[in-house]
């Protein structure tokens, strides 16, 4: 049995008998690490001294008796866009290469509130702008069912390091589907909450009305447990939400009979590649066996969406971002005047993705430009959100494809930017209308994991879950796991 | 071109950037056809259609005004690349 493999609630059911400690698990995996990190490069900063520290002390909790929540002692991978107080947090970016918060995440607090071990702080896109990693300042993250390919972003080092076997769970960040491509790249579960019900205070902000942390795991009796400890109201988050927080874990079901699923006709005629097809028909064949009532549905303004949500996010962006001039925190290049201070602050801190989307927000929000790009972007996410609002008439949830391609190689799409944001075509209009979606895999295509996407009604959680659940009781092809051992 | 060289200094400067004459010249040709692919939004006719800045309904969240702890001071300082008195330095203004 290796230990990187398992599940958390099996770890953690392990740990409750007293088979394992803490401490043996946070070693297994750091050995696991020290075997295959160099070939995945997943990481930005690990954490063994101060991991091995917490676990010890979570051991000893265990010892006296004291109750434990299910992710006590399990090692988690954090994004590296959400604060650690005392440690580096880089967003993957030259401007914050030594930044060190002063507080923690409210999602990390109350992670380390449940007893879980921070194993680590994972790569990503630069401040969250991309779909491979490749934006990353630092390395590229590597696919680890085939390392000459990328594990999607910007969450890619999180999905990347639970496929791996080097965290058994992370959260990412998902403003375009920057949790759930990169969940199905690299063969995992990754859900995005609906807007709000995640606080995001101390998550690095990008895109404030289309960010939100969620979960990357193994399975879906994992999702619900982390969404049992991170969902809730914070007070320091203007934006969340205020809606009580069920327990997933125990509403978890074995049943779709009678659930209406709906397939928008509009993902299935974007282009999807026929491997991918191939296997979303098998799914739907699946859950109609087991008795769902799949019905087509249409969602007319799919095709428009990444345009608006390219306006919408750099716009949003290019406001965010002002924050890095070199005065308060991050990198100065020091200058004779303030003025070049700051210019040369951005210009040598940014990347180039990044550089690209600030100057499209500034222009999409320049008094000239504002109602004919920005205006007309928000309007089309009102149809977008509309869409979505007239389908609930219909059915329960919708399944899609999580991304119409399996992996692509790294330097495919790196110096085409369009290229790159089309990707998340099948991702994109969930967080334009704030709601909840779940990507799980589903087999394998000429050896590259296949992703399913699930997307529910605002704070319908639990229905992703069930179909997921239900999915995953009854086929071998949601859970995955790579071979990394071979070369 | 729906967008020009001027145009990507200007946007420079407002964004405070700087640019070099070669990446000036690369983000024209790469804006411009972003700019081309999101024109595709013309095409939808919404006159009579509200914008939406958030897809989940928000309120204003107001709280009674009574001090509570922030962050102190000198935290709030550890990551400035340079201070003074308690103070965020920088370059001379005027």
Known sequence: ?487 | MTISKQDVEHIALSARLKLTEEEIKLYTKQLDSILECVDLLEQIDTTDVRPTAHGVELFNVLREDEVEPSLPQEKALINAPETEHGFFKVPRII
């Open chain 1, 1 to 487: 049995m290796q230990l990187y493999t398992l599940t958390v609630h099996q770890l953690s059911e392990l740990m409750a008998q007293k088979k394992i400690s803490s401490v043996e698990l946070i070693n297994a995996y750091l050995e696991r690490s020290s075997k295959i990190e160099h070939k995945i490069q997943a990481f930005i900063t690990h954490t063994k001294e101060e991991a091995l520290a917490q676990a010890r002390i979570v051991d000893a909790k265990r010892m006296q008796g004291e109750e434990l929540s299910p992710l006590a002692g399990i090692p988690v991978a954090i994004n590296d866009n959400i604060c650690t107080a005392g440690l580096k947090t880089t967003c993957a970016s030259n401007i914050l290469n030594s930044y060190i918060p002063p507080a923690d995440a409210t999602v990390v607090t109350r992670l380390k509130n449940a007893g879980s071990i921070l194993i680590g702080k994972t790569n990503m896109d630069e401040f969250g702008m991309g779909s491979s990693t490749e934006y990353s300042a630092f390395t590229p993250t590597k696919n680890p069912y085939a390392l000459e390919a990328v594990p999607g972003g910007s969450s890619g080092g999180s999905a990347a390091a639970v496929a791996a076997g080097e965290a058994a769970f992370a959260l990412g960040s998902d403003t375009a589907g920057d949790i759930r491509q990169p969940a199905a790249f690299c063969g995992v579960l990754g859900l995005k909450p609906t807007y709000g019900y995640v606080p995001r205070t101390g998550l690095i902000s990008y895109a404030s009305s289309l960010d939100q942390i969620g979960p990357l795991a193994r399975d879906i009796t994992d999702l619900a447990l982390i969404l049992n400890a991170i969902l809730g109201h914070d007070p320091k988050d203007s934006t969340s939400a205020t809606v009580d927080v069920p327990d997933f874990k125990a509403g978890l079901v074995n049943d779709v009979k009678g659930l209406r699923i709906g397939l928008p006709k509009e993902y299935m005629e974007a282009g999807v590649e026929g491997k991918v097809a191939a296997k979303i028909q098998e799914a739907v064949k699946q859950l109609e066996d087991m008795g769902a009532i799949c019905v087509e549905v249409s969602l007319p303004h799919t095709e428009y969406a990444v345009a608006a949500h390219y306006i919408i996010s750099c716009a949003e962006a290019s406001s965010n971002l002002a924050r890095y001039d070199g005065v308060r925190y991050g990198l100065r290049v020091e200058a004779e005047d303030v003025l070049s201070m700051f210019m040369q602050t951005r210009s040598q801190g940014f990347g180039d993705e990044v550089k690209r989307r600030v100057l499209l927000g500034t222009h999409v929000l320049s008094s000239a430009s504002y109602d004919e790009y920005y205006t007309q972007a928000l309007k089309v996410r009102t149809l977008n959100k509309q869409d979505f609002d007239q389908v609930w008439t219909q059915v329960d949830c919708l399944l899609t494809p999580a991304s119409l391609t399996t992996a692509f190689k790294i330097g495919e799409k790196a110096q085409d930017a369009l290229a790159m944001y089309l990707s998340n075509f099948c991702t994109i209009p969930v967080n334009l209308a704030g709601l909840p979606a779940l990507t799980l895999p589903f087999g394998l295509a000429d050896g590259m994991p296949v992703g399913l996407q699930l997307i529910a009604r605002h704070f319908d959680e639990q229905t992703l879950l069930r179909v997921g659940y239900s999915l995953e009781q009854n086929t071998d092809q949601t859970s995955l796991k790579p071979d990394l051992d071979r070369e």
